[in-house]
Every structure is written in structure tokens, then in C-alpha cells.
């Protein structure tokens, strides 16, 4: 009789087991990889269904559907916030071209006083380049300077921001200050990116951006004007700046900024609106022939690889 109760506790103990093998533990399972994947891995490895509901810190999701770009340009990127949503090259140092003038309007907003009045150079006047209109011995405000540097990409309001404290000095600026945000591939020869010396790459562009866009908006309001009249010292008409950027307006595309030098080729840096109010989109290429081109097949890429709202 002891004998037989033992083999019955034997079978339900054998019956147990095989039903928590079975059942309780693959349940158990899948339940923790689901919660630690939708914790800790990014948009772009989680498929989404058309009935589910895209976690906060998930979006934008990935549609795996839409293959993979080619982007004609020898480095790219894509970010909204910490995440990217593509990239090409995004660590191979480049030369930056124009794009050197983000970080001089930084360096000119965290030194200067916009309403100082300045005295234009021969030198600022003869560099390379017609835009700004700028002549030896009239009179501007840094406030002018900057937008004319910006907008029409001056080289010659670019220089002679720089002069107000010594080229030099202001270059030495910009590189302390790409120092203190913990770029370790940018550096800058000069305030304007006419000199190949001032390289950079996508990823720290694209965080430059996003320092930007949370410290100094007003550089991405000045750029987001298609055109700007600009008075001279008594008031009257100067000229009229026009944006050096030809997706403004297009796409989404709400700023950013140009550069192109025959060493850099073309360069573009773009802001964009996303869905999710309040956020937005940056995009960076480099070295590429054709860089508007290039930035809307990017722009409509990501446009159709993620999803922000599930219809």
C-alpha cells in the first residue's frame, strides 16, 4: 500500500512538472523578454502591428517594410532626440564647409552684445565670396552682422564678426567650446568654413544642432526667414537677404543651414517638424553633389520608415 502511494506521488510530481515545463514556464518567458525589449530597445528593432498602441519612449516606430536608403552623400544622419533614425558615415571626419557658421553664431551669442555697433574692415570686406554686400567703413550692428553671416552665408560678416576680439581668439573660442561639448573629431581653422581645416562629422553635427535648438532657438528663427530687409545704420534699405536654403518651407522643413566649398562639396543641415508636437527632426549630410536632392530623399525616407501615431 505505501509502495503504491508513493508511485501515485511520483506521477502527479512527473505530471506537475511536465505541465509547468510546458505552460508556465514559456509564458514566464516571453513575458519578461516582451517587457525588457519594450524598456530597452530602440524604435528600430521592435515591429509594430496596426492594432497595437506605440509606447511613449518607443516612437517613432520602424516600418521594416520600407528597405534602407541610398543617400547620395558620403556621410548622413538622421536624429530625433537620442535616437537615430538612420546613418551613413555618421563618425568619418569631413570638411564642414559653411556649416562652420553655426558654431560662430554660437561663439557671437555667448560673448558678444548684440546691439554693438562695429566698423567694417578691408579685410572682412575682401574675403572670398559676394554675399553681404558689406563695404570697407560702414557701420553695423553684430545683430546685422549675424543674420547677414547666417542667412546669406557671408564670409566677409562672418571675418569680421570674428574681428571684434581677434580672429584668432574668436577661432579659439569655437574649439574650446566644441571641446567643452565633448566632440572629439571637430575643429575649426577659421569662423566661415572656407578653409578645409574645419572638419567635423554627422553625429556631432547633429548634436551641435540639438544644443542649439535647446540653448540659442533665436540661430534657427534667423535661418527659418526665407528673406530678411535688412536696414543700414540711418535706417534706410541695405538689401534684402535671401536664404541660401532651398527646402525652406518644403517637406516639413523649418530651418537649417548650407555649405559648399569644392573640398567639402555640399553640406546641409536641416530642421524638421515631426508629428509628436514639440519635437523635431535633424538631418545632416555631407560631401554630397547634389545635397538638396539628397536631403529630400533622406527627409521622404524617414517619412515612410517610421510611424509617430498608428492610424
Known sequence: MRKSAKIILYAVSALFIVFCVSFVVPKFTNDLISAFSSQNAPASLIGVSEKEVIPEGLKPARRWAEPDPEVNAASSICVQGDKVLFKKNSDVKLPIASLTKLM?????????DLVAITVVSKEAVDQLGQQGMLSYGEMMSIKDLLYIALIESSNDAAFALAEQIGVSEFVQKMNQKALELGFSNTSFADPSGLSSQNYSNSRELAFLAEYISVNHPEIWEILSLNNYRLLNYSGKLHHILINTNLLLGLNSVKSGKTGNTS?????????????????????VILGSEERFSAMEGLIDWVNKAYIWHLP
Open 263 to 283: 573640398e567639402a562639396k555640399g553640406c546641409l543641415l536641416i530642421i524638421a517638424k515631426t508629428p509628436e508636437l514639440g519635437k523635431e527632426l535633424i538631418y
Open 104 to 112: 560662430t553664431a554660437v561663439v557671437v551669442l555667448e560673448n558678444y
